[in-house]
C-alpha cells in the first residue's frame, strides 16, 4: 500500500494529460507518414508504427519528471530510497505506457479510417511485435535515463544531461528500427541490457537521497587563490554594447530549452521548404507544415520567457528583451527554410510538368495545382479554342459543398478534337514554362488518335524534357515572403495573447492555462484539418493550390513581388509590434511557471 | 524634490480586493524609509510598483520625477535593487553577471566593485548556483550599489540569511548610503534592523498607511503601561481612555498601547482611573508592531488618527 501511495504521489505522473495530448499530438502529425509507408510499401508499415509511438513518447522522457526520483516530501518520509526508486520507476513506466497506448489508438484509428475511405485493405500490423519492441524501447530509455547520479533524489539538468537524454532516446530509435526487422526473440537483449542497468542502479541507491551531490575538493592551488586578484581582472575593460545586447539574447533565449528549441525550429524551416514533398513524394502536407511551424515557435518562444523574469529589474528595455527572445527563434526557421530550399533543389529532379494523365475512361492534361486557377463564384468560365471547340472546365472545390475551387485552365476531355488537345497544351506549356511549341508540331509527335476516336498520347507520351531542351519551369513566385507572413504573423499574435497573460492578477494556473490552451488550439486546428482531409471534406492538394496559385500571381509582376516581400516586412514589424505592446503591459512574477514539475527552465537555481 | 513619491495607489489581485487602497507618502533626498506591514500588506507590490514591474491601477507613482512604467530604462539606471525573491542568472558566472551590470549601468565604479567583491571574498569565477544564499544576496547587493544608485530599494533584502550575514548586509548598505547619499527605501520584518537603520517608518495595514512617521518621533510618542488588572481596572475601561490604541492581558496584568509619552499616559491613567500602581515605559518597536498590526486593540479604537 505505501508503494502504491508513493507510485501516486510520484511527480512523474503529474501533468499526465498533458503528456498524453502531447503524445497524441505528434502521433497525429506522423499518423500521415505511417499512412504513408503502411499502404505505400505495406512491408514498412510495422517499423514505422513503430518508430512513430517512440517520437510520441520520446518528448514526456525527455521533459516529464524522469529524472526526479522523488520529492522533497517524500525525502522527509521514513521510505527507503530503494521503495521510492522503484515506486518512480513505476511511475514513469505506468505513465510512458499510457502516451503509448492512447497515441497508438489514435494512429492506427486515422490510418485505418484514411485507408477506408480509399477503399484499401487494412494495413498489417503485428500487435505483439509492436508491444514487445516498446516496452522493450521504454524499459531501456527508464533503465540508461535513470542510471546516472543514483545518490540524488534529482539528477541535476546541464548541457551533458540533455545531450545523454538526446543521444539515448536517439539511440533508442535506431534499435528499435533495427529490431523491427529482426525476429521477435532478438528483444531479449535490449531487455537483458535494461533489467541488467536497474539492477546495477538499484543495488547502488544509498539508503536515503540526498538533494545536493557533495561538492568536490576544490584542491589547494583554488584555495590559494587570492580573491582580490582575481576580482581585479574580473573588473577590467568595458564591453561595446552590441556584444552586451548580443550576450542578453544568448542568455534569455538561451539554456537547456534552446537545446531542444532551435533544432525543432529549424526543421519547421526545412518542412515548410516543401522538403517532405520532395523527400516522399507525399505533396500535400502544406498545411500542417504550416501550422507545425506555428505550434514550434508558439511553443518554445512561450517556454524561453521562463528567463525574463532574471532580466526584468534591469535596465534593459522590453524591446531588447522581445527582440531576444523573436529574433533567435525567426534566424532558426529561416535558415532552416534556406537549408530546405537547398535540399529540395538537390532531391527534386527535371521531370515533365505538363503531362497527358490517365482519368477514368480517358486522358486530361495535368499540370501542378500552381497552374490552375481560382473561380471563386463557383462557375469557371468556358474555355474553348477560336474555333469554338471548348468545354467548361471541372471544379475541385475548397471543402465539399463550397463554392471556391480551382480548375484547370487547359480542359479537354475523351471526345475533344486533337486539335483542342494541341491547343491546350500548347497553352500549358507556355503557363508552365513560358515558351511556345507549335501546335502542329504537339499534334503530330505527341497525340494520335485511338480505335474508339479517343485522343491518346502517342509512345511515351508529352516528353517534352527531352525533346526541348532547355526547358525551364517559370518562376514560381515569392513563396518565402508567404510563408514568413503567414507563419510568423500567426505566431506572433498567439505570442501576443500569451504576454497578455502574464499579469500580476492572472494567477500560474490561469498563465498556464492561455499558453497551453493556445498550443492545443494549433494542435487542434492541424488535427481538424486532418479530418476534414481523411473524410475527403477537404483536398489537401486544393488547399495547397489555393496557396501556391496567389504566390505565382504574385510572382507574375515585379510590383506583385515587391508588394509580397512588402507585405511580408510589415506584417512582420507589425506582428512584433503587437506583441511589444502586450509584453509592455506585462508583470513579471519574481519566478515565472510555465511547465510546473518540468524542466527548470532558467538553467539551475541560486 | 522627493525622490519616489507615491500618490493614491491602488492596486488588486481579485478584482474588489484591494491589496493598496490609497497608499500615499514620498521618499526624500538622503532618506532611508523602513515599510512595515504584516505579510500581505502590500510591501512588495508597492516596491515593484516603484522599480515599474508592476503598474497601479488607479494613482500616481514617480520616481526622479518620471513614471517608473513609461521610463522604466531611465529609472532602473538610478535604482539599486535587492529582493528576497529576485534570482540572478544561475546560469551565469559572478564576473559575468558584474560584467552585465558593468554594461548596463553607466555610473559603474569598478573600484567600489572591487572592494566589496573582495570584502564579501566571493570567486568571481564561480556560477550563482553554486553559492549558498547569503553570497548570492552579496552578489546582488554589490550589483545594486556599485553603480552609486540615487535610490537604494530593498525588499526583505535579509530574508533567510543568518545573524551574522544580515548584518554584514546592512552595514555595507548603512556605509554606501553614508558614502554617497543615496535614499533607501526597505521592506523589512526584522524590527531591530530597522532601528538600526531608518530614518522614517511607514507602516501598512489593509492597504492604507497606518503610521508614517520619523523614527524617533516615534519612539517618543508612544508608550506601553503595564497595569494591574483589577474590576475597575479592565481592558474595556482602558481602550476608552484617550490616547489608547491597544490591550492585551497577560495573566494578572494589562499591557495597555497609548500615542502618548510614557509621562503622558501615566497622567491619563492617573487622572481617569485613578491608578497608581503601574508602569509606563516607552515601547519597542517590534512590540508596537505586534500591537498595532497583531491584535485586535486597532480595531477596538479606530486606529490611530
Known amino acids: 500500500m505505501k508503494l502504491l501511495a508513493a507510485i ?84 514513469v513506466l505506468l505513465a510512458g505506457a499510457m502516451v503509448l497506448a492512447v497515441s497508438a489508438a489514435l494512429v492506427v484509428s486515422i490510418s485505418g479510417l484514411s485507408g477506408r475511405f480509399q477503399g484499401l485493405p487494412e494495413p498489417r500490423l503485428d500487435a505483439l511485435h509492436l508491444a ?19 545518490t540524488l533524489a534529482e539528477i541535476p539538468i546541464d548541457r551533458g544531461r540533455v545531450l545523454f537524454t538526446v543521444a539515448s532516446l536517439g539511440g533508442i530509435l535506431g534499435m528499435l528500427w533495427l529490431l523491427s526487422a529482426l525476429p521477435l526473440f532478438w528483444a531479449l537483449g535490449p531487455l537483458g541490457l535494461a533489467l541488467a542497468l536497474g539492477l546495477r542502479t538499484y543495488r547502488s541507491l544509498p539508503p536515503a537521497f540526498s538533494l545536493v551531490p557533495l561538492a568536490a575538493d576544490p584542491g589547494p592551488a583554488v584555495a590559494r587563490r587570492s580573491v582580490e586578484r582575481d576580482w581585479a581582472a574580473a573588473v577590467t575593460g568595458r564591453r561595446a554594447a552590441w556584444r552586451r545586447n548580443l550576450d542578453l539574447v544568448r542568455w534569455v533565449a538561451g539554456g537547456p530549452i534552446a537545446w531542444f528549441a532551435y533544432p525543432m525550429i529549424f526543421f519547421a524551416g526545412m518542412l515548410i521548404a516543401d522538403l517532405l514533398r520532395a523527400w516522399t513524394g507525399e505533396p500535400d502536407m502544406t498545411v500542417q507544415n504550416l501550422l507545425m511551424a506555428i505550434y514550434v515557435l508558439l511553443t518554445f518562444s512561450g517556454l524561453m520567457t521562463a528567463r525574463l523574469p532574471l532580466f526584468d529589474p534591469l535596465p534593459v528595455s522590453r524591446r531588447l528583451l522581445l527582440a531576444a527572445l523573436v529574433l533567435p527563434n525567426l534566424a532558426a526557421l529561416i535558415l532552416g527554410y534556406g537549408a530546405g530550399r537547398i535540399a529540395v533543389a538537390a532531391l527534386d529532379e527535371p521531370r515533365d510538368l505538363v503531362e497527358m494523365a490517365e482519368w477514368k475512361e480517358g486522358y486530361f492534361v495535368r499540370v501542378p495545382a500552381r497552374y490552375l486557377e481560382i473561380a471563386w463564384d463557383g462557375r469557371p468560365p468556358e474555355l474553348g479554342a477560336p474555333w469554338g471547340e471548348g468545354l467548361e472546365p471541372m471544379l475541385f472545390p475548397l471543402y465539399r459543398g463550397g463554392r471556391a475551387g480551382l480548375y484547370s485552365p487547359f480542359p479537354v476531355s475523351a471526345g475533344s478534337s486533337p486539335e483542342l488537345w494541341a491547343f491546350q497544351i500548347r497553352r500549358a506549356v507556355e503557363a508552365v514554362y513560358g515558351r511556345s511549341i507549335p501546335e502542329a508540331e504537339i499534334r503530330e509527335r505527341y497525340l494520335e488518335v485511338d480505335g474508339e476516336g479517343r485522343v491518346v498520347p502517342r509512345g511515351e507520351g508529352l516528353t517534352l524534357l527531352a525533346d526541348h531542351p532547355g526547358l525551364e519551369p517559370r518562376d514560381t513566385g515569392p513563396a518565402f515572403p508567404v510563408v514568413l507572413l503567414l507563419v510568423v504573423s500567426s505566431w506572433l499574435l498567439l505570442f501576443s495573447i500569451v504576454l497578455r497573460s502574464y499579469r500580476a492578477d492572472i494567477g500560474d494556473r490561469a498563465r498556464l492555462g492561455v499558453f497551453w490552451g493556445l498550443v492545443a488550439l494549433v494542435f487542434a486546428i492541424m488535427g481538424l484539418h486532418l479530418a476534414l482531409a481523411v473524410t475527403d471534406v477537404v483536398e489537401p492538394w486544393v488547399t495547397r493550390g489555393f496557396l501556391e496559385i496567389a504566390i505565382r500571381h504574385l510572382g507574375e509582376s515585379w510590383h506583385g513581388t515587391l508588394a509580397a516581400w512588402l507585405a511580408s516586412a510589415l506584417a512582420l514589424l507589425g506582428g512584433f509590434l503587437v506583441a511589444l505592446a502586450s509584453f509592455q503591459r506585462t508583470e513579471l512574477p519574481a519566478r515565472l511557471v510555465l511547465k510546473k514539475g518540468l524542466l527548470d527552465l532558467t538553467g539551475g537555481s541560486s | 524634490m522627493k525622490i519616489a513619491q507615491f500618490q493614491d495607489i491602488h492596486r488588486a489581485y481579485k478584482k474588489g480586493v484591494d491589496v493598496l487602497a490609497g497608499v500615499s507618502f514620498g521618499v526624500g533626498p538622503g532618506e532611508i524609509v523602513a515599510l512595515l506591514g504584516r505579510n500581505g500588506a502590500g510591501k512588495t507590490t508597492l516596491i515593484r510598483i516603484a522599480m515599474g514591474m508592476m503598474e497601479a491601477q488607479t494613482g500616481s507613482v514617480r520616481v526622479f520625477g518620471l513614471d517608473p512604467r513609461k521610463d522604466a530604462v531611465e529609472v532602473k539606471r538610478r535604482v539599486g535593487y535587492v529582493s528576497e525573491d529576485q534570482i540572478l542568472p544561475p546560469f551565469l558566472k559572478v564576473s559575468q553577471v558584474v560584467e552585465l551590470h558593468r554594461g548596463l549601468f553607466p555610473t559603474w565604479d569598478d573600484d567600489l566593485a572591487r572592494r566589496l567583491g573582495a570584502r564579501f571574498a566571493i570567486d568571481p569565477e564561480a556560477k550563482i548556483k553554486t553559492l549558498s544564499k547569503g553570497q548570492a544576496r552579496q552578489v546582488a547587493l554589490l550589483c545594486a550599489v556599485a553603480h552609486r544608485p540615487e535610490l537604494l530599494i530593498l525588499d526583505e533584502p535579509a530574508g533567510g540569511l543568518d545573524p551574522a550575514a544580515r548584518r554584514e548586509f546592512l552595514e555595507t548598505s548603512i556605509r554606501l548610503l553614508n558614502e554617497s547619499g543615496t535614499s533607501i527605501l526597505f521592506s523589512s520584518h526584522y524590527m531591530s534592523d530597522v532601528e538600526r537603520m531608518a530614518d522614517r517608518v511607514v507602516m501598512l495595514e489593509g492597504g492604507r498607511v497606518l503610521i508614517d512617521s520619523a523614527l524617533d518621533d516615534l519612539r517618543e510618542s508612544y508608550s506601553l503601561a503595564l497595569i494591574t488588572a483589577g474590576p475597575e481596572v479592565t481592558r474595556e475601561r482602558l481602550l476608552g481612555l484617550a490616547g489608547c490604541l491597544a490591550v492585551r492581558q497577560r495573566a494578572g496584568s494589562l499591557h495597555a498601547i497609548f500615542q502618548l509619552d510614557p509621562e503622558e499616559a501615566r497622567e491619563v491613567l492617573d487622572s481617569a482611573l485613578g491608578i497608581g500602581d503601574m508602569r509606563t515605559t516607552s515601547i519597542a518597536l517590534e512590540e508596537m508592531f505586534i500591537e498595532l498590526l497583531g491584535g485586535h486593540g486597532v480595531e477596538a479604537t479606530g486606529g490611530p488618527p
Open chain 1, 8 to 91: 501516486r504521489r510520484d511527480d512523474a505522473l503529474r501533468w499526465l494529460p498533458l503528456w498524453i495530448s502531447a503524445g497524441a499530438g505528434v502521433a497525429l502529425l506522423l499518423s500521415g507518414l505511417y499512412a504513408y509507408r503502411a499502404y505505400g510499401d505495406p512491408a514498412s508499415g510495422p517499423a514505422t508504427l513503430t518508430l512513430v509511438l517512440w517520437c510520441a513518447v520520446a518528448p514526456y522522457l525527455a521533459f516529464g519528471q524522469v529524472r526526479r526520483r522523488c520529492s522533497r516530501f517524500d525525502l522527509a518520509l521514513p521510505l527507503s530510497s530503494r521503495r521510492l526508486w522503484l515506486a518512480h520507476i513505476a511511475a
Open chain 1, 132 to 150: 514487445v519492441h516498446l516496452a522493450v524501447g521504454l524499459g531501456l530509455a527508464v533503465a540508461v535515463l535513470e542510471a546516472a547520479r543514483p
